[in-house]
């Protein structure tokens, strides 16, 4: 039994160490995509691997990153990369300029990275039929759940015709893009800062490659056990809970009393009521209406659409 526990580990290793010599991660340039102090080391370029690793001979993704540093810091330790939330945010973008004196290299080496299928990335696997879904919902006062979920099935079309394989596209995956950019700039281990859904990122990238992690800083509204679609409006419930708690023990201003109260009078107030929002869009003269009711207010504002009145 021993020795065939003995073979069966070398075998999984084996079949392991094979299967990450299928590829190498490549680096291909990516001039103007930000603006840098003259004085800084800047590298911007797109990480080039498998789109599904399991296929390393197929489609490639291209993923957009910036590496700076000051001349003075290491190049391979105490770098720290960030990638920010979403999923489907891009990082790159919301960084137009880096100065020498940047609070981003206040402890090393700092790498801006965007997450595959995002803004920049090849391919970027933004929905517009689910945007124009959404304006059409709103404009003409179509159930939009319906009008989305239409958007969505065409959108997916889409992407399957082009050859997009849409499986890849997944939080192991973009954990798996973030070793192998280490790698491929030699870096010894990184400093993972996450925000959002890039916590839940980061953790998998630390379970899956402790061996390229030296921190984490993580900021997150929801733990990393759970799932946004199913657990979201449970937490938000709970958070709200917690403010009306700490208003009401906290508190000395008379307006923060009974809060919870007020809330739900508020949403309970307007049970059948319609309002009405005059706009005109960008670029056009024609006036336009949209209406919003108590279903709408409430998934605008990411609550629940019934509160538990205790």
Known sequence: MKTFLIILFGAAFLIQKAYSQKYKPVLEPYPGLVKADPRLVLKTGYLVVPENRSKPAGRKVKIPFLFVRRPDQDARKNISLYTTGGPGYSTTRNIDSIGYDSGWLAYGGFIAFDQRGTKRAQPCLD????????????????????????????????????????????????????????????????????????????LTMARNHPEGVRALLLNSPLPGYVNFEEHALFNI?????????????????????N???????????????????????????????????????TRCNNRPDELPAG
Not at 154 to 176: H, M, P, W
Not at 237 to 257: G, M, R, W
Not at 270 to 283: A, C, L, P, V, W
């Open 127 to 202: 929905c517009t039929e689910v945007a124009a879904a959404i304006k059409r919902s709103y404009r003409e006062g179509k159930n939009k759940d319906s009008l989305v979920s239409q958007a969505v099935t065409q959108c997916r079309n889409r992407f399957t015709k082009q050859g997009v394989d849409l499986s890849a596209y997944n939080t192991i995956e973009s954990a798996e893009d973030i070793n192998d950019l280490r790698l491929a700039l030699n870096i010894d281990s990184l400093n993972l800062v996450g925000i959002s859904y890039s916590g839940g990122l980061m």
């Open 237 to 257: 419930n709970e958070a709200l809970e917690q403010v009306f708690h700490n208003c009401e023990t906290d508190s000395s201003a008379t307006k923060y009393k």
């Open 259 to 297: 809060l919870r109260t007020k809330f739900h009078q508020y949403f309970n107030a307007i049970t059948g009521k319609k309002y009405t929002i005059s706009y005109q869009e960008k670029g056009s003269n024609q006036a336009n209406s949209s209406h919003l009711y108590k279903k709408r207010i």
